[in-house]
T-cell receptor
């Protein structure tokens, strides 16, 4: 019954590898997001999709590419992983635009060695 | 532009102490204001929200009042418990867009 789920929960990989993180929401929401949280707990929005269309694309290296196959899924693919990519990545969703509450997934803890 | 400024932590309190975490904001329009809580090892979850001036959000003994005149949304709880130990994030969202602006988070530890 998890509202927003992410896989995997933990990801340990070598520098230079390519990896993907998957996100699914079963809330029927139209809007989904990816956030990066660093070791100091600072949250930074990376991307936002509304009805499968990209709405927000913050200053993120183009090694990061989101893909939304349908409204319920927003996956994050990362090419050529770097040490600085180590962080916790959170997926979130909201019913729509305009100040709606966001619901967060449990996070994916990425460690790049 | 929009921004949220939160009281820096970490904050350590004894059980049953009074809690205040300050939050002020800058916004170009009429935002909704939120407090999210992140327990260790988990994602963020909504604690409370307020959508217009003078609204008070409340949940689990926590309260925050949307004060437009002071552009503030301070979080308070009269008597904290050990289980309240977490990181608290203040956030705003403009009602004309879907971007959230989060504060830097305030870590709270409650000791028995």
């Amino acid at each position: 019954d998890t509202a927003v789920s992410q896989t995997p929960k933990y990801l340990v990989t070598q520098m230079g590898n390519d990896k993907s993180i998957k996100c699914e929401q079963n809330l029927g929401h139209d809007t989904m997001y990816w956030y990066k949280q660093d070791s100091k707990k600072f949250l930074k929005i990376m991307f936002s999709y509304n009805n499968k269309e990209l709405i927000i694309n913050e200053t993120v290296p183009n090694r990061f590419s989101p893909k939304s196959p349908d409204k319920a899924h927003l996956n994050l693919h990362i090419n050529s992983l770097e040490l600085g990519d180590s962080a916790v990545y959170f997926c979130a969703s909201s019913r729509g635009l305009d100040g709606e509450t966001q619901y967060f997934g449990p996070g994916t803890r990425l460690l790049v060695l | 532009g929009n921004s949220v400024t939160q009281m820096e932590g970490p904050v350590t309190l004894s059980e049953e102490a009074f809690l205040t975490i300050n939050c002020t904001y800058t916004a170009t329009g009429y935002p909704s204001l939120f407090w999210y809580v992140q327990y260790p090892g988990e994602g963020l979850q909504l604690l409370l929200k307020a959508t217009k001036a003078d609204d008070k959000g409340s949940n689990k003994g926590f309260e925050a009042t949307y004060r437009k005149e002071t552009t503030s949304f301070h979080l308070e709880k009269g008597s904290v418990q050990v289980s309240d130990s977490a990181v608290y994030f203040c956030a705003l969202s403009e009602n004309t867009g879907n971007q959230f602006y989060f504060g830097t988070g305030t870590s709270l530890t409650v000791i028995p």
